[in-house]
């Protein structure tokens, strides 16, 4: 759960949250829990025709894995806004790894309240980065 | 080329519910270590009124009830084969829950190219407000079309 805000700072860098190897299975389950039908996911026929080596991650399987290293840290209601961009495809079979580190802490006129800014970040096992984006969290 | 017409269409009110067993299902799709989001009881004793959507379950809200009007594939006929997800971003208000009922409205907000056409960029902001005219969250995706 998370740190308490008063010791929180700038520099400090989120317990790195890893999870297990992305399968042919992990993406057919996804496909379907996430209603992302895109096909070059999930057939590799598809995606052969499409030009890909092979079927590749949904990106929002990484960004789903990047909140829950930020709701690990805070409670979800704490998360206000954040955003991704998408670097590179998440080939079969990678491992992600998720990473943030606190850039900023600051008051937040339009929110009231005092916010801490997040730079977070995938990576493959193959030190790819995948995603590479922002958070703002509160922390109060 | 995607007709730059689109830019400013706001599609039509889409309703969508948020079922228990979909976000169980997403949470086990994902691995979620967390069981808030897939005990109710887990979900209770933290504070929660039912199963939260997880931050990024709009995205699946919003594919689950696709537009007819600006819709990427079926309205601005954009081959599915040459899309990639350009970039990502979430603004959250009120949280979504299990059993909720939700509208979404989406606006094409912008296209544009770059590499003189080989890429085209399609951006889209949805907003879902919940069954009490609450406004819950808004996200914007940028979607990716390979010419080349």
């Not at chain 2, 990024?56 to 040459?82: E, H, N, Q, W």
Request: aromatic share 8%.
């Amino acid at each position: 759960m998370a740190e308490h805000s008063c010791i929180v700072k700038v520099g400090d860098t989120l317990p790195e949250h890893v999870q297990s190897p992305i399968s042919r299975a992990t993406l057919a389950l996804f496909a379907g829990a996430s209603n992302d039908y895109v096909p070059l996911h999930i057939d590799s026929d598809f995606a052969k025709r499409a030009g890909m080596p092979d079927v590749f991650a949904h990106g929002m399987l990484s960004m789903a894995y990047l909140g829950q290293m930020l709701t690990t840290w805070v409670p979800q209601q704490r998360l206000r806004q954040w955003n991704v961009r998408f670097t590179a495809i998440t080939p079969l079979h990678a491992t992600v790894t998720c990473r943030a580190k606190v850039m900023e802490i600051f008051d937040s006129e339009s929110d009231g309240e005092r916010q801490a800014r997040l730079e977070i970040t995938a990576h493959t096992d193959q030190g790819v980065q995948t995603l590479a984006g922002e958070a703002i969290v509160s922390l109060e | 080329m995607i007709d730059r017409a689109y830019i400013g269409v706001v599609s039509e009110p889409r309703v969508i519910d948020v079922e228990k067993g979909q976000l169980k299902f997403f949470a086990r799709a994902t691995g979620t270590r967390d069981p808030i989001y897939f005990d109710e009881a887990a979900a209770g004793r933290a504070g929660h009124r039912a199963l939260p959507a997880p931050p990024t379950f709009l995205f699946s809200l919003g594919l689950g009830a696709p537009a007819k009007r600006g819709d990427l594939f079926t309205d601005m006929c954009i081959d599915v084969a040459r899309i990639l997800h350009g970039e990502q971003s979430f603004r959250y208000h009120q949280p979504i829950y299990a059993g909720d009922r939700i509208t979404l409205v989406t606006q094409t907000v912008d296209i544009f190219e770059k590499k003189g056409g080989a890429l085209e960029f399609v951006v889209q902001e949805t907003r879902a407000t919940n069954q009490h005219g609450e406004l819950c969250a808004s996200m914007r995706i940028v979607t990716v079309v390979r010419n080349g």
